[in-house]
């Protein structure tokens, strides 16, 4: 005879809803005591019960996982999760599924042409939608989501690009600390290092540090892409180091690890920060704060993005309505670099 949770609650003596609970992991949720649990469980792989998971994601509108999206090469590192943003959205979007009976499957992008591979994931109700981030979207991916109405919320999208999207306020606090570097710091000569133009954070950092250079009437001494990379803002501040007439008394760069590769980069020539020159980053790695001088930055909220990014994702796979951008506000974190 074929086992079901209606004979295992007689067998038992308890509720069929009971076996329910505990075969699916919210006994303490719901208060059933670990006697009734373990009792259950005991029982069950004595008769080699087990719950059909394929026919409840066919029979279910929710299988309740969330593919987790991160590309493999944008910020040209082997492993995306050595990025501490990344590993932030990350995490924070898993413990936001795990408190309200989630899971999370992590999925490494590779090539834009890796679409079709990951829609299947959602065809095949391996998953409610998806959470992408650290990548710009493909034009191609942003139509087939639309297109499809498969549930997808990006971190650090453009919000213009029509899909739900979490950020904070990189324009406002970009624009706040570039304020706090000509005003405050009184510096005139203001370098920027850009992380590339493909990144709509990048974009807004750099939208907010112009604006506030246009108030003043200012005009960058130097503008260069180093893509976020801490070794690359190194190299590049480095060799402006090297001509006659380098003259900057502030930099400003588009992330801390940019930060941390300039101050690098202005200790090996002898340069005295902030006195010589001010620097300011943004995201507030850890790092930020134990390097000498600590720089001047504000915080990216990764783990608020990733758990907003969830719960909005939520909303859209029930078939809720919700907010079509998020924007976190964040506050400046000024240190000794400026």
């Known amino acids: 005879m074929k086992m079901t949770s209606q004979g295992i609650a007689d067998?038992?003596?308890?509720?069929?809803?009971?076996?329910?609970?505990?075969?699916?992991?919210?006994?303490?949720?719901?208060?059933?005591?670990?006697?009734?649990?373990?009792?259950i469980t005991a029982y069950c792989a004595q008769k080699k019960y087990a719950i059909n998971v394929n026919a409840r994601r066919i029979n279910s509108k929710l299988v309740r996982n969330v593919g987790m999206v991160v590309f493999e090469g944008y910020a040209e590192k082997p492993n995306p999760m050595a990025d501490y943003y990344e590993a932030m959205v990350v995490g924070g979007a898993a413990m936001a599924a795990r408190k309200n009976g989630f899971c999370t499957s992590l999925i490494i992008n590779h090539h834009e042409k890796e679409l079709d591979s990951i829609l299947q994931r959602f065809y095949a109700k391996e998953v409610d939608g998806f959470i992408l981030s650290g990548f710009p979207v493909a034009p191609s991916w942003?139509?087939?989501?639309?297109?499809?109405?498969?549930?997808?919320?990006?971190?650090?999208?453009?919000?213009?690009?029509?899909?739900?999207?979490?950020n904070i306020d990189n324009y406002e606090m970009s624009l706040a600390l570039a304020r706090h570097v000509i005003g405050h710091a009184g510096r005139r000569r203001?370098?920027?290092?850009?992380?590339g133009p493909l990144s709509y954070v990048g974009n807004e950092r750099r939208r907010g540090f112009e604006q506030a250079m246009a108030e003043q009437g200012l005009t960058p001494v130097f503008d260069v892409n180093c893509t976020f990379l801490e070794d690359r803002a190194h190299t590049q501040v480095k060799q402006m180091l090297m001509r006659p007439r380098f003259a900057c008394d502030a930099i400003v760069c588009?992330?801390?690890?940019?930060?941390?590769?300039?101050?690098?980069?202005?200790?090996?020539?002898?340069?005295?920060?902030?006195?010589?020159?001010?620097?300011?980053?943004?995201?507030?790695?850890?790092?930020?704060?134990y390097v000498a001088p600590g720089i001047s930055t504000y915080p990216l909220l990764p783990d608020e993005q990733g758990s907003r990014a969830f719960l909005m994702l939520r909303k859209i796979a029930e078939g809720k309505e919700c907010q079509p951008a998020i924007c976190l506000k964040s506050e400046l974190r000024l240190r000794q670099s400026a």
Do not use: C, Q, W
């Not at 499809?148 to 739900?164: Q, R, T, Y």
């Open 11 to 39: 067998a038992l003596g308890v509720s069929k809803v009971t076996v329910s609970l505990v075969l699916n992991g919210h006994a303490a949720k719901y208060n059933i005591s670990p006697v009734t649990a373990a009792k």
């Open 254 to 289: 588009a992330n801390d690890a940019m930060a941390v590769g300039a101050l690098r980069a202005l200790h090996e020539k002898g340069i005295d920060v902030p006195r010589e020159i001010a620097i300011t980053g943004a995201d507030d790695i850890p790092t930020s704060k």
């Open 142 to 166: 942003r139509e087939n989501f639309r297109r499809e109405k498969i549930p997808v919320v990006v971190v650090g999208g453009d919000p213009a690009h029509g899909l739900p999207t979490v």
């Open 190 to 195: 203001i370098g920027f290092i850009s992380g």
